[in-house]
């Protein structure tokens, strides 16, 4: 199984050129444990490991330089473990395939938790190597080995990871390497771990491994629906008057997304979309039905109630959703999915039970395969529905102050027809604002609710962008940005070009929201709800700290004139390779329809 001297990094100058090796290696055998692991790693075609350096993996660390000549997978060095799970968590979501990230022994991974928690309720695969020191304590050094081993490391994050294991060989470390990146990439997906041991990986080879070919260990798995299933479907949802599918959580893959129409025109079944989740049906397509949005909006919950079938293809919380509406619908339910796979006791990501009539226990994009081929000829006629017009952005005076609305208007107007990616969006966005007409116009929330995933996941989305012609553009809060904001620096270093938009209200504003119903429920001032919340006095120059690390940083931005100008040279920035931060000044506050469903919902801190 040897290294890889071909890989997709080495051909793209501008990443790897950044960090080529002072001396060539010359390696051609793997001589120690860590080699092996390296080699796995190259023979899987990982293309990049995200990670901030710790003595717990200096060996992996040497290998994948002086032996992989850190080609396949390339490091990408990153300022804090998060941003190293939340970048390689942003290049699963566009990709659809597992990236490495390497964190430093306990402490790297208690830094990395919240960002593996995020991929995990985001059912993202991830591959994390993490490492400790020598396991057997006669072999560790005074102090620091003894404060960096723990007696079972992969227990911080058992409860939100697929798999982890602690390989005692070399041997074994490369089937544990296999078998992590095969089980994250099988739906359900989601992060697995593998805590290397300090000694396995520096102890010299006794004998070489026996060769093996790692793609046989790597067999493809589609869990497709049952045909019994399949055709109780069928005739529930032709005879439906008024079906509706909830789409949720499924492919980035175009031909996967051309079904999902056909089934709804087959069915002319009404859609409904979630901004958790990202673009999985066309939003100006007239079967899609209201705005995608992160709450249940007052759209979705009269199409529920009106629907006499309802096909949920991997929807998030469809019990919740359910509940907004005011209980179980009274038609019946079809549910598509195989999350139940992932459920434990610990993490409630789960979510409500929901009421579920027939339930499909397969990959919701294979069962809409599936689905399109049962139905055949008991399609419905096309009816001439009217093209749903998606109204051009309107031109703000330039003096105007700005809500979020105001501030995407204006976005939408600079970047014109450019073609994008959504990377992130704030909590303040709705999917009003912006027509998805394609699979990465929009990849989704940061799946955990974890404030400071954003800039992470947008450096990930943007690195598996890159050179594909779709420019990433990521909408964050200045509370979200301001967590995570040395991501900036990795996609500065690695020349990957990106777009940040903070969409700065200055507060903490959806704990505003909070603290104001609890002062309306308990009748104490209103008034007093921004205090413990605000980011002000003095205020953060956002531009100054994405120049501080290398980016082109923009703002303040006060009102619609001044973000155009900021925009169309962010823009420019962007286009020539570079990275951008604009900081534009917004006021606090929720569209109308997002208020009042995370009014119904009573929403948590996004």
Same mark, same amino acid.
């Given at each position: ?186 739906? +359900? ?53 008024? +079906? ?363």
């Amino acid at each position: 199984m040897a290294p890889s001297k071909s890989s997709p990094v080495a051909k793209d100058p501008d990443v790897f050129k950044v960090e080529r090796l002072t001396i060539p290696y010359g390696t051609n055998a793997p001589a120690f444990g860590s080699d092996v692991v390296a080699e796995t790693l190259s023979a899987l075609d990982i293309p990049y490991i995200a990670l901030n350096p710790g003595a717990s993996y200096r060996g992996l660390h040497d290998s994948i330089v002086n032996f992989l000549g850190n080609e396949q997978p390339q490091m990408l060095l990153c300022l804090h473990e998060e941003s190293a799970v939340a970048i390689a968590h942003g290049y699963a979501k566009v990709t659809g395939k597992a990236m490495a990230a390497a964190v430093h022994s306990n402490v790297g991974l208690m830094h990395a938790t919240m960002a593996i928690f995020n991929a995990w309720c985001d059912r993202m695969p991830i591959l994390i190597l993490g490492a400790t020191g020598p396991v057997d304590a006669m072999k560790r050094r005074p102090w620091i080995d003894w404060i960096h081993t723990a007696a079972d490391q992969g227990a911080l994050i058992r409860n939100y990871t697929k798999w982890d294991d602690q390989p005692a060989s070399a041997g074994a470390a490369r089937e544990s390497v296999l078998r992590a990146y095969w089980m994250a990439n099988t739906a +359900p997906c989601g992060p697995t771990y593998i805590n290397l041991d300090a000694e396995v990986q520096e102890s010299k080879l006794a004998a070489p491994l026996p060769p093996i070919d790692a793609k046989r260990y790597m067999p493809p798995v589609v869990q497709g629906p049952s045909a019994d299933l399949v055709k109780q479907a069928v005739d529930l949802l032709t005879a439906a008057k008024r +079906p509706l599918i909830l789409a949720g959580r499924m492919s980035r893959n175009v031909d996967d997304w051309n079904r999902r129409v056909q089934l709804a025109e087959a069915l002319d079944a009404r859609v409904c979309t979630n901004l958790k989740i990202g673009a999985m049906f066309p939003t100006d397509h007239p079967l899609h039905h209201g705005s995608p949005a992160t709450f249940a909006t007052d759209d979705m919950i009269s199409a529920m109630k009106d629907a006499d079938v309802i096909l949920s293809l991997d929807w998030v919380d469809l019990g919740g959703t359910f509940k907004a509406a005011g209980g179980a619908p009274s038609g019946t339910v079809i549910q598509v999915t195989l999350d139940q796979n992932l459920h434990n006791g610990w993490s409630m990501d789960y979510e409500g039970l929901p009421a579920v009539d027939l339930f499909i226990p397969a990959e919701p994009d294979a069962t809409v395969a599936a689905l399109l081929a049962g139905i055949g000829s008991k399609a419905k006629p096309k009816k001439p529905h009217l093209v749903r017009e998606i109204p051009p952005p309107t031109k703000l005076p330039a003096d105007a102050t700005m809500a979020a609305a105001d501030m995407a208007n204006v976005l939408r107007s600079v970047v014109g027809n450019r073609t994008t990616c959504l990377t992130h969006v704030s909590l303040s966005w709705h999917g009003e604002f912006w027509p998805f007409r394609h699979p990465l116009d929009y990849i989704g929330s940061d799946g955990g609710g974890g404030v400071g995933g954003g800039p992470g996941i947008s450096v990930g989305a943007a690195l598996a962008l890159k050179g594909s012609g779709r420019m990433p553009i990521a909408v964050c809060g200045d509370g979200d940005f301001m967590m995570s904001c040395t991501a900036v620096w990795t996609a500065v270093h690695y020349r990957i070009p990106l777009l940040i938009l903070v969409a700065n209200n200055r507060s903490f504003y959806n704990d505003e929201v909070h603290q104001e119903r609890v002062a309306v429920a308990r009748n104490r001032p209103v008034d007093n709800k921004w205090i413990g919340q605000r980011i002000s006095d003095p205020d953060i120059d956002i531009g100054m700290v994405a120049r501080g690390q290398g980016a082109s940083g923009f703002g303040p931005c006060n009102n619609a004139g001044e973000l155009e100008k900021a925009l169309k040279e962010a823009v420019a920035v962007v286009e020539g390779g570079g990275v951008a931060v604009v900081d534009a000044r917004i006021l606090g506050g929720y569209s109308p329809a997002t208020a009042a469903a995370m009014a119904r919902g009573k929403a948590d801190r996004g």
